[in-house]
């Protein structure tokens, strides 16, 4: 059987390679942080990673991950309810609920699997989802999974928001669903105009937090910070992944309740390995940090504040951004993959997208901003896009 199936696995390959959609992986052989090493010994400052409170390499949660393996060893060996459960699981799920301002939070080993479980114990045929079209993969493959009626709306559009809200009448409970911060623009969700529609139409919300928290409202609380809707939604699912240190880990935060029922009925947290003792720990230790100072977070919308001013001036057309991401766009695919190569010469790493990622003639390059780039770091950036950026006609030399 083998051999054919491998013929069609290196059909569909070569297609994916024809399309020019063949993902390549850059080997980093440095900690991830704003200055990398990537195979090769080539030394490049990184603007396309998540870590945007520069946590990832941080010497603090280093020191308490470590410390975590000698006090509770390496791993757990268990799903949470057998005998995966230790006082720092516990700890980090208390600490994550008071950051965001939530009653009760549960945690898995990624948001994809904390979006992949959330759905489906809650929500049945007579229910209703009614979700963003932008959402990420995991939500729409956790939507997958769950027998509701599903409805969608165009990215950020209220008015199709009300629309699908009123149709979703017929279903008994209707809950609508987005990601905080879309990753290819970096625009926020309109929670508030969303939050009144869900009042109007009686509905609750579920946000996505990933790229939103840590970065986004004064204190990077996240969307409802901004918004002035601390403990007002319903459901957050967050990652561990990005802001908050960059290893891995996902959370369900909200209502106390459906905190209850996910801890009986969620099958990735039922079923899958709990996270280790080092990665509570590390997360622990950085709630703790950002309970004490929003030191980074300032920095952060400082950077970013100062990238995207530098870079319009420069004669960037860059999409307003309420995030880290900073989309620079050059409307053409071709010119996106080669400004990210002879940006790539230049030591800057960034990368360039293009449909199907993005919309038809939307191709972009898209920044990351990080509280651990320094403004040396960030002036070189500048630098290198404008020298570039009139090499290829991009700006007016
Ligand atoms: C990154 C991301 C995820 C996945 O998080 P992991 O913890 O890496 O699995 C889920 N949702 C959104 C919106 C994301 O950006």
């Known amino acids: 059987m083998y051999k054919d199936f491998q013929a069609h696995l290196k059909s569909e390959i070569k297609s994916i390679k024809d399309a020019g959609l063949y993902k390549d992986e850059r080997i980093i052989t440095s900690p991830q942080r704003a200055d990398i090493t990537v195979k090769g010994g080539k030394k490049v400052l990184n603007f396309c990673a998540n870590n945007y409170l520069g946590l990832s390499d941080n010497p603090r949660l280093i020191k308490a991950a470590k410390a975590a393996m000698d006090k509770?060893?390496?791993?757990?060996?268990?799903?949470?309810?057998?005998?995966?459960?230790?006082?720092?699981?516990?700890?980090?799920?208390?600490?994550?609920?008071?950051?965001?301002?939530?009653?009760?939070?549960?945690?898995?080993?990624?948001?994809f699997d904390a979006n992949g479980g959330v759905f489906e114990p809650l929500f049945t045929e007579e229910d209703a989802i009614i979700s963003d079209s932008l959402n990420h993969a995991s939500i729409i493959d956790g939507v997958r999974l769950c027998k509701a009626v599903r409805y969608r709306y165009a990215n950020a559009d209220m008015n199709e928001l009300e629309n699908c809200l009123k149709q979703a009448q017929k279903q008994r409970y209707r809950i609508i669903v987005s990601d905080g911060v879309f990753s290819m623009d970096g625009n926020v969700t309109p929670l508030d105009q969303m939050y009144k529609l869900a009042q109007k139409y009686n509905a609750m919300i579920m946000v996505d937090e990933s790229h939103s928290?840590?970065?986004?409202?004064?204190?990077?609380?996240?969307?409802?910070?901004?918004?002035?809707?601390?403990?007002?939604?319903?459901?957050?699912?967050?990652?561990?992944?990005?802001?908050f240190g960059g290893a891995v880990g996902g959370f369900v935060t909200g209502k106390k309740e459906i905190v209850e029922i996910l801890r009986q009925r969620s099958r990735p947290y039922l079923f899958s390995n709990s996270i280790p003792p080092m990665v509570a720990a590390a997360g622990i230790e950085m709630f703790n940090m950002m309970s004490?100072?929003?030191?980074?977070?300032?920095?952060?919308?400082?950077?970013?504040?100062?990238?995207?001013e530098k870079m319009k001036k420069a004669g960037f057309d860059i999409k307003p951004t309420q995030s880290a991401i900073c989309a620079i766009m050059l409307y053409d695919a071709k010119l996106s993959?080669?400004?990210?190569?002879?940006?790539?010469?230049?030591?800057?790493?960034?990368?360039?997208?293009?449909?199907?990622?993005?919309?038809k003639d939307l191709a972009r390059i898209r920044v990351q901003v990080s509280a651990g780039h320094s403004k040396a770091q960030l002036d070189r950036a500048i630098t290198a896009f404008t020298k570039i950026g009139?090499?290829?006609?991009?700006?007016?030399?």
């Open 72 to 111: 509770r060893g390496y791993g757990m060996s268990s799903v949470r309810f057998i005998c995966g459960t230790g006082d720092l699981q516990k700890e980090l799920e208390k600490k994550i609920a008071e950051f965001f301002g939530t009653e009760d939070a549960i945690l898995y080993t990624s948001c």
């Open 337 to 359: 993959q080669q400004m990210a190569a002879k940006l790539l010469d230049e030591g800057i790493y960034v990368v360039g997208f293009y449909y199907p990622v993005v919309p």
């Open 390 to 397: 009139k090499e290829l006609g991009i700006l007016k030399k």
């Open 292 to 308: 004490r100072t929003n030191k980074l977070q300032d920095k952060l919308h400082a950077n970013t504040k100062y990238f995207v």
């Open 213 to 243: 928290a840590g970065v986004v409202g004064k204190t990077g609380r996240g969307t409802t910070e901004l918004h002035h809707l601390r403990g007002k939604v319903e459901i957050l699912t967050g990652t561990l992944g990005k802001s």
